[in-house]
């Protein structure tokens, strides 16, 4: 039995349930998709039946030979199952298509793979797999993307034809998107669910660190602070626990000395949430390490098993087929824990909740990629959901306490773990600026099998990265969605560290960061609305232009701005590609035209510059620099704009940063587009929606265009020549010359409740 049915302007549901049966969807579909049915028409002739809707369309042929063919909105073939049931080459799904589409996703890049950029024509095998990969049972073109429901399986390609075998399900069940990448990313993310919004916190600074004491934690704190470099989060590792302490020290901050303890008292404030408040008062949030395992015995007592062991064996919520295993850091024995089980992540959270309740407010999932491991077998048998259920334990645990917006870094991703509050990390990566180089397209990799949130051990973890690396690393950690450094044991990343010069160019970085803050938060927002996330390669925005599909080193950083790193050591200069149109250099303001490549210099002294450019037909939202995420109001938001004759849209958004409240409609938003036609420019600010009181008073607009007249809702404002500080809120303009040229600035309301229409002549 075949069942197709439209359910979105862009995809198709195909269910095959052979003999009638259905099974259980997988973890990676969303229980409860948000999805708009759209307008659909149904037509039959000569046994083809066509159901049609404004973005797709499929022709199910109800006779034999069987087939599903499925077009786009201008009645272009993209996909064609002439084997329904994958009878002919037992296999779950066969899809013949044009031999010149280059397929993405499936899966991404594993800890040192160098040998594949983002292209995946032949294929490959999905799983989550370990040390930062991920994986998804998606593959995508330029035209359409097909996604499997399935716990695992694989990809063959050829030419003519894309063929999903070892589905976990036997009645396979697949979805197909029309269109674009942006646009069949977005379908995606409604199938398996967008991510919620993170807390805002977590896109500041964050400092990760394994060897840390109560002390040492808050002398670096105090150092941030002093030197004005801006930070939010501190995250501990093995260090912050009581690990292998009576029964259940893994659970429990170090802060009182017991038997087994591998490190007393580090966190002597610690339990009863001192430690935390003191942090938070001067604007620093705690996050801490979690395993999927537990210690199984005492030290010097192997014959006790502790009490969580005691439990877990009782309750049956160990990993299955898996024994218990010498562990690495206690060295003693130990044993992964099913967080597959529901039983199992109930019991573990609620083990959690006084961590939680002392103040740890993020966490950092590791080493669930490596559950299964069976000393005695020598084998692995992974789990692409063991890593998932650890997040959606924290996801559910934590929403069940409190409003606090849950958060987690984890070491592997497979599809769906985004909805539960889930970031990636690459894993544990070398220093040196070949591993720095490579984490680019591992990133990409990433993103385009639906892993929007990911980051890196800025600096690497095994190794020290010399004073220029850590520089330059720094400075393409400020454009990837979650900045963070890094190191192994006793290894520090402070940016002090590394010298005054690195320090410098850190902290210009880091600077830049915080200033793009209302730019970053309101992508983050459209995340949660189905777009496809901060960071995305540059043939997702350009998918006509093959130049652009050849880069995995350089990427857009929200629709405005295209990133591209320096990580050569000793580099004077560094070629870049840009896409067609006009594009300005964002430090100096230089223009120059896309669709080439151009080479710009490198201060291979300093290491103070970042190749970020600026697309004409933009909108690029920038406040005060801040310390801290929150630390004073922000009343005002300036959004530079550059205007063209293709329309320029951004979404200001603001709410408290830090609960689910916008969930019930608590949030400021506004859009605001721009468009050039002939001699004038248009500016519109719709109408605020969303019950937030925000702080946010103005919008200061700078207009990178000249103008002899300024109307603002119908109203010729008078000029006040070229004094910023003349301004007044939507009483004049003034023109200057900045960076970038000439520049009309205005200061109108924020929030306003209705629309406001600015015209330039």
């Known amino acids: 039995m075949l069942d197709v049915e439209i359910l979105d302007d862009r995809i198709v549901n195909v269910h095959a349930r052979v003999e009638g049966k259905s099974t259980p969807r997988t973890l990676v579909l969303d229980p409860k998709p948000v999805l708009r049915p759209p307008a659909i028409a149904r037509s039959e002739q000569n046994g083809v039946y066509v159901i049609s809707a404004p973005g797709i369309s499929v022709h199910v042929a109800e006779t034999k030979p069987y087939s599903v063919t499925f077009f786009d909105a201008t009645g272009r073939q993209l996909l064609r199952s002439a084997d329904p049931f994958g009878e002919a080459r037992k296999a779950s799904l066969v899809m013949q298509r044009a031999a010149g589409d280059t397929l993405y996703g499936i899966h991404g890049l594993g800890l040192n793979d160098t040998s594949g950029g983002l292209a995946r024509n032949d294929g490959g095998k999905v799983a989550a797999g370990v040390q930062g990969n991920s994986g998804a049972p998606f593959v ?108 259940y020290g893994e659970w429990r901050w170090n802060s009182t000395s ?156 497979y599809l769906g773990a985004s909805r539960y509050g889930y970031a990636g990390w690459s894993g544990d990566i070398d220093s040196g600026f070949a591993s720095m180089a490579l984490q680019r397209v591992r990133m990409l990799a990433a993103v385009d099998t639906g892993e929007f949130h990911w980051s890196m051990d800025t600096g690497g973890f095994h190794g020290h990265p010399t004073p220029e690396n850590y520089a330059r690393w720094i400075e393409f950690a400020a454009f990837v969605p979650i900045m963070r450094v890094h190191g192994e044991l006793d290894e520090k990343r402070q940016p002090w560290v590394y010298g005054p010069t690195a320090e410098a160019a850190a902290r210009q970085a880091i600077d830049l960061r915080y200033e793009l803050m209302p730019y970053i938060y309101s992508y983050e ?74 080479e710009i210099s490198a201060d291979a002294k300093t290491w103070k510059d970042i190749p970020v450019f600026v697309r004409s037909g933009s909108i690029v939202a920038t406040q005060p620099l801040e310390q801290y995420v929150g630390q004073r109001p922000v009343r005002e938001v300036t959004l530079d704009i550059f205007p063209s004759e293709s329309c320029a849209a951004f979404t200001a958004y603001d709410d408290d940063g830090e609960t689910y409240n916008y969930e019930k409609g608590e949030y400021l938003r506004q859009e605001i587009t721009v468009l050039r036609k002939g001699g004038e420019i248009q500016v519109t600010i719709d109408a605020a929606t969303g019950s937030y009181a925000s702080p946010l008073r103005t919008f200061l607009l700078k207009i990178h265009a000249a103008a002899q007249g300024v109307t603002l809702n119908g109203k010729q404002l008078p000029g006040a020549g070229s004094s910023p500080a003349s301004l007044s809120t939507a009483a004049n303009w003034v023109h200057e010359d900045d960076r970038f040229g000439t520049v009309i600035e205005l200061r109108v309301t924020a929030g306003a409740r209705a629309l406001s229409n600015i015209s330039l002549r």
């Open 140 to 247: 995508f073109s330029v035209r359409y993307g097909l996604l499997v429901d399935s716990d695992g399986g694989e990809f063959t390609a050829d030419p003519g034809s894309i063929v999903f075998r070892n589905s976990s399900r036997p009645d396979v069940e697949y979805f197909v998107f029309a269109g674009a990448p942006l646009e069949t990313m977005a379908a995606l993310s409604k199938l398996v669910g967008p991510p919620p919004l993170p807390p805002k916190w977590t896109l500041g600074f964050l400092n990760s660190q394994w060897g840390s004491s109560e002390p040492e934690v808050k002398k670096i704190v105090e150092d941030y602070r002093q030197k004005q470099i801006p930070i939010d989060g501190f995250i501990l590792d093995f260090d912050w626990k009581a690990w292998g302490e009576d029964n």
């Open 258 to 413: 017991g038997p087994g303890n591998v490190a007393p008292d580090k966190f002597p404030d610690g339990a009863s949430g001192v430690f935390a408040k003191e942090l938070a008062a001067k604007g620093v949030k705690l996050a801490g390490i979690l395993k999927p395992r537990i210690l199984m015995t005492l030290a010097g007592n192997p014959s006790y098993l502790t009490g969580a062991a005691a439990y877990a064996t009782d309750h049956h919520f160990w990993y299955p087929g898996e024994a218990s295993y010498p562990e690495y850091f206690s060295h003693r024995m130990a044993r992964d824990l099913d967080f597959n089980d529901a039983g199992e992540r109930s019991w573990f959270w609620e083990h959690l909740l006084p961590a939680f309740r002392a103040g740890m407010v993020g966490w950092w999932n590791d080493e669930a990629d490596v559950s299964g491991h069976d000393d005695v077998s020598k084998q692995v048998i992974f789990n692409n959901f063991e890593f998932l259920n650890m997040g959606r334990m924290l996801y559910e645990g934590q929403r069940k306490n409190s409003e606090t917006r849950v958060w987690s870094i984890n070491r592997d991703f």
């Open 525 to 598: 927002h459209l995340t949660t609305e189905g777009a496809p996330g901060l960071v995305h390669p540059l043939f997702w925005e350009f998918p006509s232009d093959r130049e652009a599909a050849a880069q995995d080193g350089e990427w857009m950083f929200g629709d405005a701005l295209l990133v591209a790193p320096i990580v050569s050591e000793g580099a004077t200069s560094k070629t870049i590609y840009l896409p067609a149109g006009e594009w300005f250099d964002y430090a100096s303001g230089r223009s120059y035209q896309g669709a080439q490549n151009i």
